[in-house]
């Protein structure tokens, strides 16, 4: 079945520590999409990729980082610098911009 | 700035009801709006997928209406049941050069159907 896989679905981290979270997708989509939620704040943009190599900041980039090397992939950092990293982080996809968005299942991160 | 609102943000009903979410946007250049279902704890479901193009779109008992001149959308779902308890986002793609590609979301509004 085609679909996005996000791994792990929790996530644990001690405070000033580097965390990747993984995004794959088996759609044969080129563009991939990182978003950020939080209770009452809706979905927010962190990165966004609409081809292989190349990546764009969103509205909430700054304490992340992220790699488009293979289609199939997105991966986030969420580094040591993002001031306030626990929430619910959503991938995902899309083929063609008339086609839908496909989102993953989530992974929560809880950094304490 | 593109903002996109869902008005209400929460809605209780009982089973059986018709009922309509909205979703306004303030610039009406836009290349689509999506609708999406989001149950606790989980990703975004992929609900309604409306071009610009378009006037509507019809799933099963749900049909979502678009209007751009007044920078609106509405989800009309019929026959509410208990299992339609869930998020509902609405979502817009505008047709504005460089940011043609990303998707502006609303807050969503928290439906509960109870039997």
């Not at chain 1, 990747?20 to 943009?45: F, I, K, V």
């Not at chain 1, 199939?72 to 993002?82: G, I, Y």
């Not at chain 2, 940011?99 to 502006?104: F, K, P, S």
Request: proline share 5%; with cysteine; charged share 20%.
């Amino acid at each position: 079945d085609g679909g996005i896989t996000q791994s792990p679905k929790y996530l644990f981290r001690k405070e000033g520590q580097n965390v990747t979270l993984s995004c794959e997708q088996n759609l044969n989509h080129d563009a991939m999409y990182w978003y950020r939620q939080d209770p009452g704040q809706g979905l927010r943009l962190i990165y966004y990729s609409q081809i292989v190599n190349d990546f764009q900041k969103g509205d909430i980039a700054e304490g992340y980082s992220v790699s488009r090397e293979k289609k199939e992939s997105f991966p986030l950092t969420v580094t040591s610098a993002q001031k306030n990293p626990t929430a619910f982080y959503l991938c995902a996809s899309r083929g063609p911009v008339n086609s839908p968005l496909h989102f993953g299942n989530g992974t929560r991160l809880t950094v304490t | 700035k593109q903002e996109v609102t869902q008005i209400p943000a929460a809605l209780s009903v009982p089973e059986g009801e018709n009922l309509v979410l909205n979703c306004s946007f303030t610039d009406s250049a836009i290349y689509n709006l999506q609708w999406f279902r989001q149950d606790p704890g989980k990703g975004l479901t992929s609900l309604l997928l409306i071009q610009s193009s378009q006037r509507e779109q019809t799933s099963g008992r749900l049909n979502a209406s678009l209007d751009k001149s007044s920078g609106r959308s509405t989800l009309y779902i019929a026959a509410s049941q208990p299992g339609d308890s869930a998020t509902y986002l609405c979502a817009v793609s505008f047709d504005r050069g460089s940011t043609l590609g990303r998707l502006y979301f609303g807050r969503g509004t928290q439906l509960t159907v109870w039997p």
